[in-house]
């Protein structure tokens, strides 16, 4: 199975900004090659339900598609470093209402006409607060 690991999240003024990291697990045994996977970034802001806000398709750097939730484009990029088994997610001119827990998944596809709505392997989440 696929075991994935997020990392980069903290504390940031509003304006700030923040790179999330999504790592597959090397350990022998533990998991895939996350070259091949879509990845997707979903946060759960508290109260509120879960929503992707990016996701790449698997593939080569510069074959990928992409997609982004309205509220995150133009400030939010999503990219990948397969020789490091590492999707990234640069956030910029964060908002205080982005304040939640980030997750990365591995979904069935990131197409540009729909957000992925779940992964079939999940990291445990990593916390974003932004303060005003």
């Known amino acids: 199975q696929l075991k994935l690991v997020e990392s980069g999240g903290g504390l940031v003024q509003a304006g700030g900004s923040l790179r999330l990291s999504c790592a597959a697990d090397?350990?022998?045994?533990?998991?895939?090659?996350?070259?091949?996977?879509?990845v997707a970034w979903f946060r759960q802001a508290p109260g509120k339900e879960r929503e992707a806000v990016a996701c790449?398709?698997?593939?080569?750097?510069?074959?990928?598609?992409?997609n982004y939730a309205p509220s995150v484009k133009g400030r939010f990029i999503i990219s990948r470093d397969n020789a490091k088994n590492t999707v990234y997610l640069q956030m910029n001119s964060l908002q205080p209402d982005e304040t939640g827990v980030y997750s990365c998944?591995?979904?069935?596809?990131?197409?540009?006409?729909?957000?992925?709505?779940?992964?079939?392997?999940w990291g445990q989440g990593t916390q974003v607060t932004v303060s005003s």
């Open positions: 998944a591995s979904p069935p596809y990131c197409v540009s006409s729909r957000m992925p709505t779940g992964g079939t392997y």
């Open positions: 090397r350990t022998p045994g533990s998991g895939l090659n996350l070259e091949y996977y879509a």
């Open positions: 790449i398709s698997g593939g080569e750097p510069g074959s990928n598609g992409y």
